[in-house]
DNA sequence: TGATTAACGGTACATCTTGTATCGGATTTT
DNA sequence: AAAATCCGATACAAGATGTACCGTTAATCA
């Protein structure tokens, strides 16, 4: 059922020509570069268009998100194969890729703006979820499984966060080892003065 | 040798008043807060007054991480023991104190500002130093200190910063264990295929 | 074909913020 | 008493923000 007037079509690509400066501006300038100003003067939409479309910046920061491409895992089914591959993916997309800089500017919009923090926490847990189904044939479940994705990623994420260098990736190979091989070492053992099982 | 003028003193405790009404809005408000038109009104203390001492609102930022009381780690030599302490210290400092807000600010100030950037890389190491030295009399030195500082803190940042959850107390304790029981599960292990050393 | 509808551009306007400059008053040290 | 320093107040230019309104264009439907 279509309703007359100006559909979006390829005689209507502004929403396209806005975001895709706003992507550049997001990610040379940063996230206070999203304004109905900045994007006006960058590419030449009227103001009010970008205001009709975007009310706030927040709003083109979502969109942005929305828009972005998800890269699709390609797993074997061998878990130590998958797991290695995903940590090159995540290195890879945290050092040139949209997703540092789409890291940085959630975790500042989503500060102190409760619509963000959800779309913050839905974006980590996009990151997340290819390791969580790599795991699966591990036979991890539950807290387990987390806890290791956790461990995996966690150390990547803070490289490229905080402490704003490349992400170490060999430490995170042997961390994925480390869980395969010995999980008793990190999940699952008791407290401490335990030793873990002798390995067969 | 002093100067003659009106030094600081008890009777011009303006720098004081703005400042603790800047980390009040800080972590009410985030760091958006921190213009001086924004201090003014919150503080009645004149707009050009706030300009003369923070002529930027990261300088305000600068200024309160500057005065924040750093905790003194008082470790008792013992390795797990102190390690437990700071996990359980730092746990407690991501939940409620202004830490998490501090992070937060930093981290959205720091994406696009290396004034700023130089002040994150010095708070995150504040962060991480009292682990780096608790760790010190187990004999882990170099690249392995600083991957188990990294297996240890990260995945509780990760909670605080980008999952927007409490701390996960349990699993970092069950980490420093794995640490220190067994460390060549996570460092200096081979890479992989190699099954590590029985224990004894 | 002709009316309807949606999208866009342009303008205008009030309001707020930013950054800077300048002036005078108050207070303390020399 | 004089000099130095801090503070408050005001003014100003420039820009940003948010909203409203109107005219135009183009696609759709009767």
Redesign the pocket.
Known sequence: ?????????P??D??AVVLTAALDLLLTEGAAAL????LH?AT??????????W???HAVLAALIEVAPRPAPSHTGEVRTDLHAEVDALCDRLRDKPVGGFLHAIVAAAAWDSAMADLRRRYVEDLLAPFRTALAPAGLTGAAREDAVSAIVSPLLLDALLLDRPAARERAHRTVDAVLDTPHCLFGAPRWGVRPPELA
Do not use: C, I, K
Request: hydrophobic content about 20%.
């Open positions: 059922m279509t309703r007359p007037g100006r559909p979006a079509g005689a209507s502004t929403e304004s109905a100003q900045r003067t030449g939409v009227s103001r009010s268009t970008v205001y009709r479309h009310p706030t910046p």
